[in-house]
């Protein structure tokens, strides 16, 4: 009765990796227990993230080498994995389930940068015009949310007037507002395959200095002006003070994402029985509703969920 926070399935986004082909799964040791998808396959996962009560599923494409370019065009390609797959589960799922679609070039391009690299600096202007395209060409494939995590400054705005333009006055924008810098993003980056391309550059540029909070605030502040709906704070445990002051300070709905390195501590730790699993996941999802987060991005989605049903 006076329990002050709670969770169900819906307050969870479940991100999926994406290859090409059929009927193929392949696991990420980084990430026991995460597999990279074929289209078919998200699909059926999404069904069963809908049954679950899931909130919504977030796609990550991992992009043949082959298809990669300097100026990542792909990722304004109708045909390219992410619109595949937003299809596919718009098919099997109706409006059951959400499907958030991530704006960035980082899957698309060679150097693994998330916006265009120009004499070694990533160009804000200029990567927010192939953003724009990006959003939209999403949101033709049936996007409900676009999830814009490339952190160029302005980009929020100038994502908004071109869905609207485009005639997706529905669509709503979850804004990773507040990403930083992490090395808790390692084996995201070996599950999309950009580690390689990143090689030893990093995001320091675009992305925050973890010692940062005020610059959090300004940043919200941008995005929601900018037209932000939901805005985001990534990594989550470690940054529960940030959620919290976005939650205190601002009336839109915070997000949190509990990103790859965190998932790979908590499933190794369990693997070697150092902690107990069920325990500490559905512990970490109180703490992210305690510190005010209305959404919770997390590999343990489906897992949750299950949990939740049993
Ligand atoms: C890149 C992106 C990243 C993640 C989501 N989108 C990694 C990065 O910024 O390099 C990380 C998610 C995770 O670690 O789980 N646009």
Not at 160 to 171: M, P, V, Y
Request: aromatic fraction near 8%; hydrophobic fraction near 45%; charge should be negative.
């Amino acid at each position: 009765m006076v329990q002050e926070t709670r969770f169900v399935a819906a307050n969870l986004i479940w991100p999926i990796f994406v290859i090409e082909g059929t009927n193929r799964r392949e696991p990420i040791h980084s990430m026991p227990g995460v597999e990279r998808l074929t289209v078919d396959l998200a699909a059926l996962a999404a069904e069963e993230a809908a049954n679950l009560g899931i909130g919504a599923i977030a796609i990550f494409p991992v992009t043949p080498q082959e298809k990669k370019t300097e100026d990542g065009r792909h990722a304004c390609d109708s045909k390219n994995l992410i619109c595949e797959t937003t299809r596919a589960i718009a098919a099997k799922t109706g409006n059951r389930i959400g499907i958030v679609c991530d704006v960035a070039l980082d899957p698309y391009t060679s150097h693994g940068q998330d916006g265009l690299l120009r004499d070694g600096y990533v160009v804000n202007d200029e990567t927010i015009a192939v953003l724009c395209e990006q959003a939209v060409n999403q949101a033709k494939a049936g996007a409900t949310l676009i999830a814009p995590s490339d952190m160029m400054d302005g980009r929020i705005g100038a994502i908004r007037d071109a869905l609207d333009e485009s005639g997706f006055q529905h669509i709503g924008i979850m804004s990773y507002a507040a990403k930083y810098a992490s090395s808790f993003y390692g084996p995201f980056r070996d599950a999309v395959g950009s580690a390689k391309n990143l090689a030893s550059g990093d995001k320091k540029t675009y992305q925050m200095n973890p010692a940062n909070s005020e610059e959090a605030i300004r940043e919200v502040e941008l995005d929601i002006s900018e037209g932000a709906d939901i805005v985001m704070v990534k990594p989550g445990m470690p940054y529960l003070d940030i959620v919290r002051r976005l939650h205190d300070s601002f009336p839109v709905p915070v997000a949190v994402y509990q990103v790859s390195g965190e998932y790979a501590m908590l499933k190794f730790a369990s693997q070697a029985n150092a902690l107990n699993e069920q325990s500490v996941v559905m512990e970490s999802m109180l703490a992210f509703r305690r510190a005010g987060a209305s959404a919770i991005l997390t590999y343990y989605a489906k897992q949750v969920g299950q949990w939740l049903a049993e």
